[in-house]
């Protein structure tokens, strides 16, 4: 499995694309932006430069992309305007894997620098918006060229799925479960470290001493691996795919042969892997709980809570993430099938339990 050239989210406009289907991840966004705006203020504070390097690892495509960079913008333009000093030069660059739908930002960056422009002045001329496909596991940029890095929902996707898994080692499922076996969840956890660690040695290079990251990623509260709140989502999309098998339209030996490179780590282990990396120190290192579906939640939203509808929605956002990497090993024919009875699998769990995705928040400073 080539994990560079299949996993990106589904491009373009269409009815499963991810910028169509991506409320999930834009609820995320929004909750931590009072956390980016004030670590861009103390950055933007502690700092006199004439230019100012931001990236966004991760980015995909849609509307989401260019909120998290409007948003950051939006905290310079106020820390400009309180110190009374010039808007510096911004290089902002945009990452993600080559197969993202970089054709998409592009083509949407002529209305950004339009508006940007009218709505905040001449004083944000110098922006500059650039593409930069590659593995965030790896260099990607000069060094000490970055001032601020952000990330969400990325960094929950592997490199590649442990080598150490066989067809055997995780059979009946695509990724872990209650029923795992040690091994799995200790492969599991070793791909991530070293992953991670790989991440922030890379970015300890590019970033400048002082420099600040957030980051937002799929992770758990508790040290238990298979707990619901970080692996019973997947569970459900291999219960769909097996009831394929049980009708004949996957082989069992095909699916027993999928594993998620995917992993969603606890607090500890996150925190673990920044302590023994040692180039970054956490400021902060929080949880918060989105809905499955990507809904809000409040009084009248619990009150008038459809399952069916959330079981729907749910499966909506998870093919426009998962089904590239799904089309990779499957038919793709069968991606209608696997994501309608998803639907319902789902809607049948939530009819009894509203189970909600946990996000870890960092905040990291580059030390000196």
């Not at 209305?111 to 918006?129: A, M, P, Q, T, V």
Request: some cysteine.
């Amino acid at each position: 499995m080539e994990i560079q050239k299949i996993l990106h989210m589904v491009g373009g406009l269409g009815e499963n694309s991810y910028a169509n289907n991506s409320s999930l991840q834009r609820v995320a966004i929004t909750k931590v932006k009072p956390i980016v705006e004030k670590t861009i203020l103390d950055l933007y504070s502690s700092m006199l430069t004439e230019t100012l390097g931001i990236g966004d690892l991760g980015c995909s495509s849609g509307p989401n992309t260019l909120l998290v960079i409007s948003d950051i913008l939006d905290a310079i333009d106020w820390g400009s305007r309180r110190l009374k000093r010039p808007v510096p030069e911004l290089k902002v660059f945009l990452n993600d894997l080559p197969g993202n739908d970089f054709n998409a930002i592009c083509q949407s960056l002529p209305n950004f620098y339009e508006k940007l422009r009218k709505e905040k002045g001449e004083g944000f001329k110098s922006c500059y918006i650039s593409a930069v496909p590659g593995s965030f596991y790896g260099r990607l940029f000069p060094k000490r060229s970055l001032h601020f890095i952000h990330s969400s929902y990325s960094l929950q996707w592997l490199s590649q799925v442990p080598p150490e898994l066989t067809s055997s080692s995780i059979k009946g499922n695509i990724y872990l479960t209650e029923t795992s076996p040690p091994l799995v969840y200790k492969a599991y956890l070793e791909q991530f470290k070293r992953d991670f660690q790989s991440f922030l040695q890379s970015r300890s290079e590019e970033i400048v001493l002082g420099g600040k990251m957030v980051l937002i990623l799929l992770g758990r509260r508790t040290a238990d691996p298979s707990s619901t709140e970080s692996c019973y989502i997947w569970k459900l999309l291999g219960q769909a795919l097996y009831d394929l098998v049980s009708r004949g339209l996957i082989d069992e030996a095909k699916l027993d042969a999928f594993n998620l490179p995917y992993y969603a780590p606890s607090v500890e282990e996150l925190k673990d892997v920044i302590e023994k990396e040692g180039s970054f120190h956490p400021s902060q290192l929080d949880t918060m709980q989105v809905n499955w579906d990507g809904s809000e939640d409040g009084d009248e939203a619990v009150n008038s809570f459809d399952h069916v509808e959330s079981g729907l929605n749910t499966a909506k956002i998870m093919r426009a993430v998962a089904e590239p990497i799904l089309v990779s090993h499957f038919e793709a024919e069968l991606m209608d099938e696997v994501f309608r009875r998803y639907g319902e699998i789902v809607a049948e769990h939530l009819s009894s339990e509203r189970t909600k995705h946990v996000n870890l928040l960092v905040t990291l400073t580059r030390r000196g």
